[in-house]
């Protein structure tokens, strides 16, 4: 055995022995020891472990076995105070520079980092470029470069920062400093762009399973979305959990709504006050608030093990951002749930603003990522093997643990009702939305459908015998299926197009899906 051999096998020794006695853990998870074994061999490392999986010990264990500093650069200014504090209280000499401290607080860490008195030194990127830290740099005995939430120095990843974009340069003011580049997005052209702007020379490929194998994910249709939230997180008694609102006004609706019902919630995004976001993260992670109603603002590096659902109200724009987002649920390995409210007319709405953009790259790859996005969520087969074939980690069994492997989709012969649907368009002149068909079809006697006198229809109450959320699903397929469509110029009113007339008049039969409104997680995991 060579002496290389021998040294690094005592090293990993002592790797283990300071999990145990600094980090107070018995064994190393999954990915991390091979990730710090390409550290300790000072190459440079690609790391693609998923949320939770336990990427920070990559960086911090090494850190204490090299001798210099260890820079980590991240973009999580706010979670720099949160780590600092907790490796301090693990003993590790640790410290930040970053935006939001005081310029006294800055130089006392300048100090004692010249001192060599540092182990650890979080850096937020833009702190990196300004020009005098590029000399401090020279003067010090940097250790590694630990780069966190890599992905974000992608332009084709679906959290793009700036203020990465540069960090490239950082090889060159130290060129023999390993770097230790880690993120939880694995799609193929994201892993290629930061080894080409990190210039990560032949580097080591950690990357984990992607498998969250205790989450269970449903997509449930949306038809009454707000009662939906209410009666959903009622069934969770107290559980933890995070809705995220694709708009700043919805989780304050959401959260007020939720509030007023009793539910301990609050709304989180990034036009409200530090203080407030600060009392409700802390509040949440208390548990003395049980949901946070919240936008994306809410999560990147929020560590707390019981949350038990996730639920989406609206369409994430990107498998990784659904799947970071999701990731946040059952960290403690403990049964979970990721829940989307999915309305195929989100993504219409979605698509338009898409299109409006200039036909550019970033333009092009957001399209891509969202249309697999919309796959996941009308996908007919097992919702994991759809996930991780996404992040290429190929599967063929079913899951066993997502609503369609435990309740598979089921079709009708939807002839009569697409008929009943179609015609009560027609009847009422093409000139509605969804919403008032649905109420004309199941014989509402409101002051509209009076007004208009619709209620002496024949086709007034002639789907009475169904509910709601089965008709609003009916006409959502038939726009899906191209019978309808919804004119955006006059209230998205209903208008019939040539290819419903075979189905009017009888001569083709229509298989339609059934309604998935009861969602497994009704029927299944929840106790009453
Ligand atoms: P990531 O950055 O990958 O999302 P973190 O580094 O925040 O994950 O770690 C997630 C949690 O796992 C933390 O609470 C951390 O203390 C814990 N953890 C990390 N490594 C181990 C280990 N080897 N054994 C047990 N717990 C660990
Ligand atoms: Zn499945």
Redesign the pocket.
Known sequence: MSTAQTNLDSRLLEAKAK?RDVFG?D???FG?EAIIRAVLERRDTLAL?P???????CYQLPALMLPGVTLVISPLVSLMDDQVAAMQELGIAAGAVHSGMQPADVMDTFRKLHRGDLKVLYLAPERLMQPNFRERLAELDVALIAVDEAHCISQWGHDFRPEYGQLGQIREWLPGTPVLALT?TADAVTRHDIIERLHLHDPELVQGSFDRANIRYVVQEKFKPREQVLAYVKRQKGASGIIYCGSRKKTEDIAESLMRNGVRAAPYHAGLPHEDRHSTLKGFLRDDIDVVVATVAFGMGI?KPNVRFVMHFDIPRSVEAYYQETGRAGRDGAPAEAIMLYEPNDSNWIWRLLDEQDDTPRGRVEKQKFSAMTSFAEAQTCRRIVLLNYFNEYRERACGNCDLCLQPPRSYDGTVDAQKALSCVYRTGQQFGLHYVVEVLRGAQTQKIKQYRHDELSTWGIGKDNSQEHWTSVLRQLIHRGLLIQDIRRHSALVLTEEARPVLRGDIALTLAVPRVQTVAQTDTVTD
């Open positions: 999990l853990y064994a190393f998870r991390q472990l949320t939770g999986a336990g990427k920070s010990l939880a560590n």
